[in-house]
C-alpha cells in the first residue's frame, strides 16, 4: 500500500530564506509525483508534475527532484516571499491512477 | 478558457441528510475525481469516473456515489450523512483517461454536518 510522508509538517522562515520541503513515498512505482499549494480553504493549485522518467521539474523560483529509487522528492523554494506562505502538499500516481498525498507541510514565510 | 468548477461554495446539512456536489470538468478533459479533505489532512480519494463508469474506488462506504454525464461532468451523492462526513470536498479532472496527466482542482465544496 503507498503511503506518502511530508517533513516537517510545519516550518516557519523570515522572507528571502532558500528552504527545502520533502516527500517520501513508500512503492517506487510511480507515474509521476505532482507538488501542489493550498491556500486555507481553498482547493488545490499544481506547481509541478514531475514524470517517472524525470528527475526535476522547474517554474520560476520553484525547483522540484525525483528520486524513484530512494522514493524522495524535495521541492526547492528560492528568495521565499511572505506570499509564498500556505500548505504545500505532494500526491503521487501509481497503477491505480490514483492521486495518493501526503498530510502537507504548513509554510509561513515572515516579512 | 475556464478551469475545474464546484457547486455549492458551502454546504450545511443535518445527521441523516442527502446531499449532492456538483463539478464540471477543465475543457479538453474527460476524466473526473472525487476527493475528500479532513481539517489538517491531505486529501483522500473516494472515485474516479471515466467514460460515464466509475472506475476505481477509494475506503469509502456505498453511501457515497457518483455519476459522470455525457458532457463529462460530474455529481457526488451522500446519503445518511454523518458528523465526520464534515469537509472539504475536492473535484479533480485530467484528460486522456491515464495516469500519467496533471490533474486540476477546483475550488471546493464545504460541506458541514450538523
Known amino acids: 500500500k503507498q503511503e506518502v510522508t511530508q517533513i516537517p509538517a510545519a516550518l516557519s522562515v523570515p522572507e528571502g530564506e532558500n528552504l527545502v520541503l520533502n516527500c517520501s513515498f513508500t512503492?517506487?512505482?510511480?507515474?509521476?509525483l505532482q507538488w501542489f499549494r493550498q491556500d486555507p480553504g481553498k482547493g488545490l493549485t499544481s506547481l509541478l508534475l514531475i514524470q517517472s522518467s524525470q528527475r526535476e521539474q522547474t517554474s520560476g523560483r520553484l525547483n522540484a527532484s525525483l528520486d524513484k529509487s530512494s522514493g524522495r522528492s524535495t521541492l526547492y523554494i528560492a528568495a521565499s516571499q511572505p506570499g509564498d506562505s500556505a500548505t504545500y502538499l505532494c500526491?503521487?500516481?501509481?497503477?491505480?491512477?490514483?492521486?495518493?498525498f501526503g498530510s502537507g507541510t504548513r509554510l509561513l514565510v515572515r516579512p | 478558457d475556464a478551469g475545474v468548477t464546484q457547486s455549492p461554495t458551502h454546504l450545511i446539512k443535518t445527521r441523516g441528510q442527502q446531499v449532492t456536489l456538483r463539478c464540471s470538468p477543465k475543457?479538453?478533459?474527460?476524466?473526473v475525481s472525487w476527493y475528500q479533505q479532513a481539517l489538517g489532512q491531505g486529501p483522500q480519494f473516494i472515485f474516479q469516473y471515466y467514460e460515464e463508469e466509475e472506475r476505481q474506488r477509494g475506503n469509502f462506504p456505498d453511501r457515497f456515489s457518483g455519476h459522470q454525464f455525457p458532457n463529462y461532468s460530474s455529481e457526488l451523492n451522500v446519503n445518511a450523512l454523518l458528523l465526520g462526513d464534515s469537509a472539504l470536498y475536492l473535484c479533480a479532472s485530467n484528460p486522456g483517461g491515464q495516469g500519467g496527466y496533471e490533474q486540476y482542482f477546483g475550488p471546493g465544496t464545504r460541506l458541514t454536518v450538523t
Open positions: 512503492d517506487s512505482a510511480i507515474y509521476n
Open positions: 500526491a503521487v500516481v501509481n497503477s491505480s491512477y490514483k492521486l495518493i
Open positions: 475543457s479538453g478533459h474527460d476524466t
